[in-house]
């Protein structure tokens, strides 16, 4: 699969759609889901142009990697989910229902989450 630039992440990224931001910095771009499955639900996007985890993994390089997760971090801890946890989610490809095709991870918090999987 080839990156589309033109995916609704990458719009929102250029400032085309509009979000309620959270964070951005250098790696990364954050910002509210708008259909929250959580009390805290927020989009963390790297900056450039990664299809899946596994694209960014085996594509970005080491300091974007480290640069990206340092940012998912500071955004839980900005969210106030430091302390009484958080769920991270990253879903790759059809079996994960992938709708975007923009990594991107998922931090879901201010509850309890129950288990992962039914």
């Known amino acids: 699969m080839t ?25 990364a771009f954050a910002f509210e889901d708008i259909h929250p499955a959580a009390p805290v639900h ?5 900056k450039g142009d990664y299809i899946s985890l596994h694209d960014f ?3 970005a390089s080491g ?4 640069g990206f997760f340092d ?4 955004i839980a ?3 106030g989910l430091e302390k009484s946890g958080y769920r991270i989610i990253s879903n790759h490809g059809p079996d994960a229902a992938q709708s975007v095709h923009h990594f991107h991870v998922h931090i879901l918090g201010g509850r309890s989450l129950g ?4």
């Open 3 to 27: 990156y589309d630039p033109n995916n609704i992440f990458a719009k929102i990224m250029r400032g085309e759609i509009p979000c309620k931001k959270v964070y951005e910095d250098e790696f």
């Open 42 to 46: 927020v989009l963390v996007i790297p």
């Open 57 to 59: 993994a085996s594509q």
């Open 63 to 66: 300091a974007m990697v480290k």
């Open 71 to 74: 940012s998912v971090t500071k």
């Open 77 to 79: 801890a900005q969210l």
């Open 115 to 118: 288990r992962l999987l039914p």
